[in-house]
Each structure stands twice: as structure tokens, then as C-alpha cells.
T-cell receptor, first 115, second 112 residues
Framework: DSGVTQTPKHLITATGQRVTLRCSPR?????VYWYQQSLDQGLQFLIQ???????AKGNILERFSAQQFPDLHSELNLSSLELGDSALYFC??????????????FGPGTRLTVL | GESVGLHLPTLSVQEGDNSIINCAYS??????FIWYKQESGKGPQFIID?????DKRQGQRVTVLLNKTVKHLSLQIAATQPGDSAVYFC???????????FGQGTRLTINP
């Protein structure tokens, strides 16, 4: 158990709908990262928040948005869903290791199925 | 459980043998590298990391080797066990793990 929690575990919805995925980072971690993992794309970085502010942006569609709240939990909002959005969505939070480098600890993921 | 990357490269080894998983990274400026293990239905799990000022780092049963000349990273697992069956990802970062770029992954299967 990494200490990162994500809800829901599974989500099934229809095209055109909007969903919200939730993530709670490890205690004390200020950074939250969102990734999409599909069968043909591997792990794709979407966006990072640090202490409530957007820090880095990856391959995130305009239909997707995220935010990090004062209690440091984060939500990923996916709208106008398409079949191709079906994937695993992971949240990770970062901690500083003894090596002096940050690493990212991943949650269990949310499986999104768009029908 | 979930199937990730049905078309991933696959490495099959005998239980008890050593495994070597290879990764070619893309950015010569990357200064931080991580190996993750992902079991079916779970999120990626941190295994070991290495900074670019090192060429070797050892953990418990695992060793990571970094060859910056050819932009190559490898993960060696000693005395492979059934629980090592998973997809293994390498990731590279610049300035730490702020923005990791993941490799495609390799599926490791253990033969009894």
C-alpha cells in the first residue's frame, strides 16, 4: 500500500458525460500527479499540482481539467467523454528519498470505461 | 485483474534465475531514473532509482545499471521469484521526478 488513495476504483459511463476522479496523496506530500494508462499508449503524464497550484502540464486534453484543494486532495475532471478516454487513471504523490531525489508513489488507479 | 499493455515485450525466465530488463531512454539531459513494477490490477510500485552521477545502485535483490554513453538503463533481479511476475517500467526525469517520462514497459513472466 503506497498511501495514495483513489476513488472510485471503477467507473462506467456513456459518451458525452462528465466524471470526476478523486485522489488523496500520502500524508505530508504536497505534489500530486495525474497519469492516463491505456493499452496502446502506456503511462502518459497529464498534469502536476504542487500545494494547490498547477506546476507542470503534459498531454492533457482541453476536455480534461484538474485541481488541488487546500487539504491537498486532488480531483481530475473529464468531460465530453469519448470512447477513447477509456483507460486507467492513476494519481501519484511525491516524496523526497534518501538519495535526495523525489520519486512518485502511485495510487491503485481508477478504471474508466466509456460506453 | 487488469491487463496492461497486451503487446508489450515479454521476458520469460526460470524461477531462481537472474532477470535482466533493459530500457533505452530518450533524453540525454535526463538526470534521474526510476524503475517501477506494476502487477495486474495495481498501480506502479517504486523499486529503485538512480541519479545520473552514478552508474550502479543496488537494492534488495535488485541492481540498476546506467550507461549514459548509450542512454541505456537496466534492472537486474537476482533469484527471480513467482512474485516478480509483473510489468516493469523505466522512467526518466529532468531535475528529479517532477515530470517523468515512462518507457513502454516489459512484461516479466516466471516459469516454474
Amino acid at each position: 500500500d503506497s498511501g495514495v488513495t483513489q476513488t472510485p476504483k471503477h467507473l462506467i459511463t456513456a459518451t458525452g458525460q462528465r466524471v470526476t476522479l478523486r485522489c488523496s496523496p500520502r500524508s505530508g506530500d504536497l505534489s500530486v500527479y495525474w497519469y492516463q494508462q491505456s493499452l496502446d499508449q502506456g503511462l502518459q503524464f497529464l498534469i502536476q499540482y504542487y500545494n494547490g497550484e498547477e506546476r507542470a502540464k503534459g498531454n492533457i486534453l482541453e476536455r480534461f481539467s484538474a485541481q488541488q484543494f487546500p487539504d491537498l486532495h486532488s480531483e481530475l475532471n473529464l468531460s465530453s467523454l469519448e470512447l477513447g478516454d477509456s483507460a486507467l487513471y492513476f494519481c501519484a504523490s511525491s516524496a523526497r528519498l534518501a538519495s535526495g531525489a523525489d520519486t512518485q508513489y502511485f495510487g491503485p488507479g481508477t478504471r474508466l470505461t466509456v460506453l | 485483474g487488469e491487463s496492461v499493455g497486451l503487446h508489450l515485450p515479454t521476458l520469460s525466465v526460470q524461477e531462481g534465475d537472474n532477470s535482466i530488463i533493459n530500457c533505452a531512454y530518450s533524453n540525454s539531459a535526463s538526470d534521474y531514473f526510476i524503475w517501477y513494477k506494476q502487477e495486474s490490477g495495481k498501480g506502479p510500485q517504486f523499486i529503485i532509482d538512480i541519479r545520473s552521477n552514478m552508474d550502479k545502485r543496488q537494492g534488495q535483490r535488485v541492481t540498476v545499471l546506467l550507461n549514459k554513453t548509450v542512454k541505456h538503463l537496466s534492472l537486474q533481479i537476482a533469484a527471480t521469484q513467482p512474485g516478480d511476475s509483473a510489468v516493469y517500467f523505466c522512467a526518466e526525469g529532468l531535475g528529479g521526478a517532477q515530470k517523468l517520462v515512462f518507457g513502454q514497459g516489459t512484461r516479466l513472466t516466471i516459469n516454474p
